[in-house]
């Protein structure tokens, strides 16, 4: 079955919970925080939250991406355009983040940066909330099924595990429904060695497919 193999998710990286840094720039204070924004309303409620939980500070400045339709967004809250916003997209797309919100809240000391200044103090925070996050690479994985017999799929799990993937769950009748999480590229080894265990007569069946989290 080749049309098995063929999957339109693509691995992307994201974090997998928030991270906060604090950066200090000529006496104002730069507080970054990195989270998870699967989509815009998310990254919205995200930011209402910051600015609830920060009313005092001068600015909110964002910038958040999608994987969906590569969509992304910014905002300089009242900085120089140009300065705050853009920095902090910049980072996320130099670190190839997708599916998160950045969020740095400033709170002025006092000085005047200048643009450049800002710019730099921006781009600085950023860094440091990304360098804080934990990182994820989200991998497209294959949900298959597959009927087998007892006797057959008693050498199932071992099989799929030897291909890298996993046994999620069995249904059990008057022969066994095994349900399986796999990698797109391992398919023609289990595939191979599924014709083997079944002299052919079993067949892969695919359910779907969803993406798995591997660490960075």
Request: glycine share 6%; aromatic share 6%.
């Amino acid at each position: 079955m080749p049309e098995t193999a063929v999957t339109a998710m693509q691995p992307y990286c994201t974090v997998s919970a928030p991270a906060e840094a604090e950066f200090v720039a000529r006496r104002s204070r730069f507080l970054a925080r990195l989270a998870p924004a699967a989509d815009e309303e998310r990254a919205i409620t995200l930011l209402r939250a910051r600015r609830a939980e920060l009313p005092d500070a001068s600015h909110h400045v964002y910038a958040f991406r999608r994987r969906e339709q590569s969509a992304c967004g910014h905002s300089d809250d009242g900085e120089p355009q140009g300065t705050a916003g853009m920095p902090l997209l910049g980072a996320l797309i130099h670190a190839d983040l997708q599916d998160c919100l950045l969020i740095v809240t400033r709170y002025f000391g006092g000085v005047l940066l200048g643009k450049g200044g800002l710019m730099r103090a921006y781009t600085d925070a950023a860094a440091q909330a990304i360098a804080a996050a934990p990182l994820v690479r989200m991998e497209p994985a294959l949900l298959l099924s597959i009927d087998l017999d007892y006797a057959q799929y008693s050498r199932l799990p071992a099989i799929v595990a030897s291909c890298g993937g996993a046994v999620l769950r069995a249904d059990f009748a008057a022969g066994v429904t095994a349900h399986i999480r796999l990698s797109p590229d391992a398919l023609p080894s289990l595939e191979a060695q599924v014709r083997a265990l079944t002299s052919g007569r079993a067949q892969l069946i695919r359910e779907g497919e969803e993406y798995i989290p591997v660490k960075l």
